[in-house]
């Protein structure tokens, strides 16, 4: 079992940047996937990026593509999101989840574990 825990939320003005990080804990955190989702105000849960369990892969929905960059570092157990030239769009509550499945990263029923999340709001 593996518990998460997301910060690095907070108010940015459009085009800022934030990094978020994700604390993983458990003796096997190193081999799960892990992915980044984000749930705006009345819309649904979204993928926005995950990573496989050595960093070897990385994926990103098309509008996280090219603006954020996801990595981790299995050593401390933390897994991070850059999110730069931020837009109000980006305005959600972004969750940090991990998963043995191996398969279906950029969907929810991929993942068996959930952060509580952390508010990211950007201003225009």
């Known amino acids: 079992q593996v518990q998460l825990v997301e910060s690095g939320g907070g108010l940015v003005q459009a085009g800022g940047s934030l990094r978020l990080s994700c604390a993983g804990s458990?003796?096997?955190?190193?081999?799960?996937?892990m992915g980044w989702f984000r749930q705006a105000p009345g819309k649904e849960r979204e993928f926005v990026s995950a990573?496989?369990?050595?960093?070897?892969?990385?994926y990103y929905s098309d509008s996280a593509k090219g603006r954020f960059t996801i990595s981790r570092d299995n050593a401390k157990k933390m897994v991070y999101l850059q999110m730069n030239s931020l837009k109000p769009d980006d305005t959600a509550v972004y969750y940090c989840a991990a998963t043995l499945k191996r398969r279906d990263l950029n969907r929810l029923v991929g993942y068996d574990y959930w952060g509580q999340g952390t508010q990211v709001t950007v201003s225009s």
């Open positions: 990573i496989s369990w050595r960093g070897q892969s990385t």
């Open positions: 458990g003796r096997t955190f190193n081999s799960y996937d």
